[in-house]
């Protein structure tokens, strides 16, 4: 799911999160841009759990999933 930064797409994460009570919200940020700051006040705000990811491990993530 695409989350753009603003208000209504935030709203819309949450609304799909909260159709599905039984689901503890998880969100990760690879923090390499000030976008997160924002998303992450919101759902913090609505009690959901968000943590920082490793900009590396990221890296090393998508080299593992789209390495041809």
């Known amino acids: 799911m695409k989350v ?3 208000l209504i797409d ?3 994460l949450l ?3 909260s159709s599905k009570p039984y ?11 000030g976008y ?4 992450t ?6 009690r959901a ?3 920082l990811l ?8 998508r080299e593992m999933l789209y390495k041809t």
Not at 23 to 33: D, N, S
Not at 36 to 39: K, L
Not at 41 to 46: I, K, N, S, W
Request: glycine fraction near 2%; hydrophobic fraction near 30%; aromatic fraction near 8%.
């Open 23 to 33: 689901l503890k919200i998880c969100v990760g940020f690879e923090p390499t841009a």
């Open 49 to 51: 759990e968000c943590r």
């Open 4 to 6: 753009t930064n603003d």
């Open 10 to 12: 935030y709203k819309r």
């Open 41 to 46: 006040y919101c759902l913090v705000q609505q």
């Open 36 to 39: 997160h700051r924002n998303i």
């Open 15 to 17: 609304d799909v999160a």
């Open 54 to 61: 490793s900009s590396l491990s990221c890296v090393r993530a």
